[in-house]
């Protein structure tokens, strides 16, 4: 793609030209001081932080972001359900870049507020259709073999729901920030099923919440055999308490709402067992009437993250598009870029490990020239899906539905540099 | 190898009879409450967090760890240096788990104090023998093509030094706590000398800090270009304000002290400087009392964080035996566990990839019979430099110095489970 209207690819001797304009706008080293530019007094003044001693380590045994990125938070839409009995926020994923969540700006999404629990008193039973029901502490979860760690995206159903209907939330972090992508340390699931002997009738598993909700879902043995985990890390230290401390469910590449925090039994049966969360939740009702049973695989589907409504662009020249993509079938494996709505497109440039069923980052370097965009990027994954357009994905499945919209998002950068969410009609 | 005198590697078979029976003690579920055991009341009554609705989204705007998780913190040792002049904390690794060190948890090492720097207000200027002096505002350098995003492991020099002279500090993240492994987003350094136009006879980089210590380092060109970065994020958001925030430089597999916090300029320079902390601090005393002349690279280390004096073994039969490795040369291709002091040795299990310069993650299932254990780790990396014992660090490099310690580390398991740091004579 070569767009000369609307943006283009980064060509590397213009880059050189702006950011060489760019320093010299901005002044001054002491060496090049003497010449036409104003010297720059936060280069040539000593600065308070260079005159002052500073904090020791004693002043922050768990430290904190800086106070200048204090408006970098978690942060839920007045008129989306916010009551402690149904709760939602969202990431500030135009804030974040790399793969990884940082565990303070995971979203949360509660359906009884969040379970302070103490992890002595906690307990995990196995039970159902077994040889031997059996209860866990956490001392035994942490003594069991095989601990492993992986990275994974968890991304709920809801996830950019607003937007089946149309253009609604002005920002990134509104439409798309449902998602995080952490480190798990934890168990097979299988190593504990095994252990309590699953009965060859026993075809499904009940996990459920300790949590006021009391949370369930049914899952397909052979998914909670494949690579389920139970979790008790994550990004490295304990589960966070809005992550279902002491332990959760982690159930890779599929809807959110499954992934059952705060842990405590896991029933085995020998049919689904069809609860509120799989039936008059998380499913889609199609134009006809009928709904889709048991969508559970969260396809592939991509962000641009900046520019987006709460990150414009500030300045012609050279700029960094970014954003993040996912699949719950495998692994990231292109991710294209469009300026002009969708009728050129571009291939990004993946960087960081892309994992299976975790997220990827992408870059796509251009110069802006101050034209307006129509942004839209559309992944691709390992096993040859491409992420549809919202046309396309209402076509098939009408507008009903709050769920499972993972269709292509477009963003209009205006000549300001503000953005906008819009829709390509 | 099989010691059955000091611990086993662990058998399925009996590993699951042991499972068993911990289940039984801690009896108990609805399903075998009529059998002999007592009803657990932690199972058989309904508890606070389900009975009672827990706070919504808006408690934590940011969140941070479960109140029953506050002892694990950054922590100092009162006899070394704490003054806001020089001050130190560590890594509480024996609580970590996976590869990835969580950010309020990364130890610190200052030498002026935490540097609180407003980053509209920060330059970084590139100056000396270059062609095009330049100054960069934050807003520069994200607006840079060629952003990237790498996991290295960032370790302290001084990194059990207090060992060389025999074992000390009972407690691991006393020992090998000044480390940390972090994901870093950021620009090339070769991307910022390149724009700048380093002249030929430019042959090494002084990266200074604009911290009240204003530290400097000298850093060959060669290293610069290969895979130095000036990163602005860390784990996936800005840099805390202990490692550097806005702006540090990433100096992968080599000595933490060069990697400058709060980066305000790089000069270009025909030689070393040979200032103050290379020459007079972080440089080998040998024992005929000439010095080692620039160290920089941390070679391939690792140690057991669990079971450790901090985290003593609780019970008899299964247990996880875990730790970390890492080397500045490469990646981790193998750790070796031994239980009985090093005579036996056997390879254990890398979980979590394994990068270039990237702290790697390793587990050892094993039975614990209650017998006493003399623990230790041995690294391999992929070049097959092997992690050395003390003693033959003590023979090429004497007792005098107090950095580059990476010999491996013994733990003496007692019968009751309690661990204490202690050395092969």
Aim: charged content about 25%.
């Amino acid at each position: 793609m070569r767009d000369t209207e609307k943006g283009e690819p980064l060509d590397r001797r213009r880059f050189l030209r702006a950011a060489g304009l760019a320093g010299a706008g901005l002044a001054a080293s002491a060496k090049i001081a003497n010449a036409q530019q104003q010297p720059d007094p936060l280069i040539t003044e000593v600065q308070d932080w260079n005159r002052y001693l500073g904090d020791g380590v004693q002043a922050r045994p768990y430290g904190s972001p800086s106070p200048f990125e204090k408006h970098i938070v978690r942060r839920d839409v007045e008129w989306l359900t916010v009551s402690r009995e149904s709760s939602v926020n969202f990431t500030p994923i135009h804030e974040l870049d790399g793969i990884i969540t940082p565990s303070g700006l995971a979203f949360e999404r509660h359906h009884g507020g969040i379970a302070e629990i103490d992890p002595a008193k906690h307990r995990l039973m196995i039970n159902g259709l077994v040889d031997k029901p059996l209860v866990f502490t956490m001392e035994d979860l942490k003594r069991m073999p095989g601990r492993i760690n992986r990275a994974y995206f968890l991304e709920c159903a809801a996830n950019s729901g607003m937007e089946w209907r149309g253009a609604q939330l002005n920002g990134c972090q509104f439409t798309h920030g449902m998602i995080h992508n952490v480190w798990y340390t934890g168990i097979p699931l299988k190593t504990l099923l095994d252990e309590a002997g699953v009965k060859t009738n026993g075809k499904w598993v009940m996990p459920e919440g300790a949590d006021s909700s009391g949370m369930t879902r049914s899952i397909p043995i052979e998914k909670a055999m494949k690579d389920c985990l139970v979790a008790f890390g994550m990004n490295g230290e304990a589960l966070r308490p809005e992550q279902g401390y002491p332990v959760r469910l982690v159930v890779p590449g599929w809807e959110g709402n499954m992934w059952v925090k705060w842990l405590r039994r896991l029933e085995i049966g020998d049919q689904p067992w069809h609860a509120r969360e799989e039936t008059s939740k998380y499913t889609d009702l199609l134009a006809d009437g009928r709904s889709r049973r048991f969508t559970w695989i969260m396809d592939a589907k991509s962000i641009v993250t900046n520019p987006s409504p709460q990150a414009p662009l500030k300045r012609k020249g050279a700029n960094v598009l970014t954003g993040i993509a996912w699949s719950g079938r495998g692994a990231i494996q292109r991710v294209d870029i469009s300026l002009d709505g969708g009728r050129n497109w571009t291939t990004a440039r993946l960087d960081g490990p892309s994992m299976p069923l975790s997220m990827a980052r992408f870059y796509f370097d251009f110069d802006w020239n101050g034209r307006e965009l129509m942004i839209q990027s559309r992944a691709m994954d390992d096993t040859g899906y491409v992420q549809p357009t919202k046309q396309e994905l209402r076509q098939v499945r009408g507008v009903n539905s709050i769920y499972h919209n993972n269709g292509i998002q477009t963003w209009l950068v205006r000549g300001d540099g503000e953005v906008e969410n819009v829709e390509i009609s």
